[in-house]
């Protein structure tokens, strides 16, 4: 994809600015395009990012493309910010394609400033059922849906910002003994039931237990903070940065890491 039809594209994607809600006219092919592009730079990158602050750090976007813009609006659009997004791009709203095309846009643009971590509905078997398989229906056909599952399976799962803050979508494992483990997972890769890879995008917090606990989601563990501690001290980190949950108090803002 060349550069004149990547910034045509994300001055079409801009245009939701005026038009909330509404569909932003695309071609199949130029998403197909992206998700190429987009795989082969996920793939260059380590699947544990090694990134510096400042960046802005945000969670589940779902599909709300219109709260995707206004979060670029507050925290400044690429490249005059950092980004680090930590999945869950697609599902439950309205607008799944215009939101993940937005965001694979300027990580072909900005490669090394926008950055984009897997989430456990960019995995076939979920959104096969919580909206975006049938956006994708819908709008242009399976086979982009396809496409967009090969690019998902490229997506890193991890991050450390300055050495000392580990982000995810989901959380701790109790098989992760090292971070070279994270580094070591082989992509282009499917979310399996169980593991290292499953618990990094399902697993839960929960400050009312020790140690590791069953997850009412039906998948992966939840954990304890003392396990959170332990973790922390092992790795010489000092915090560890997720989504996969709606904050409480909820506050309409991303967290920008200096």
Known sequence: ??????????????????????????????????????????????????LEAPINVCGDIHGQFSDLLRLFEYGGFPPDANYLFLGDYVDRGK?????????????????????????????????????????????FSVRLWKIFTDCFNCLPVAAVIDDKILCMHGGLSPEMDSLNQIRAIERPVDVPDQGLLCDLLWADPDRDIKGWGENDRGVSFTFGPDKVAEFLKKHDLDLICRAHQILKPWRAKPTQLE
């Open 95 to 139: 607008q799944s394609i215009e939101t993940i095309c937005l965001l694979l846009c300027y990580k072909i643009k900005f490669p090394d400033n926008f950055f984009l971590l897997r989430g456990n509905h960019e995995c076939a078997s979920i959104n096969r059922i919580y909206g975006f398989y049938d956006e994708c229906k819908r709008r």
């Open 1 to 50: 994809m060349d550069g004149s039809a990547l910034d045509n594209l994300i001055e079409r994607l801009l245009e939701g600015r005026k038009t909330k809600g509404k569909r932003i006219q695309l071609q199949e092919a130029e998403i197909r395009q992206l998700c190429i592009v987009s795989k082969e730079i996920f793939l260059r990158q380590p699947n544990l990012l090694e």
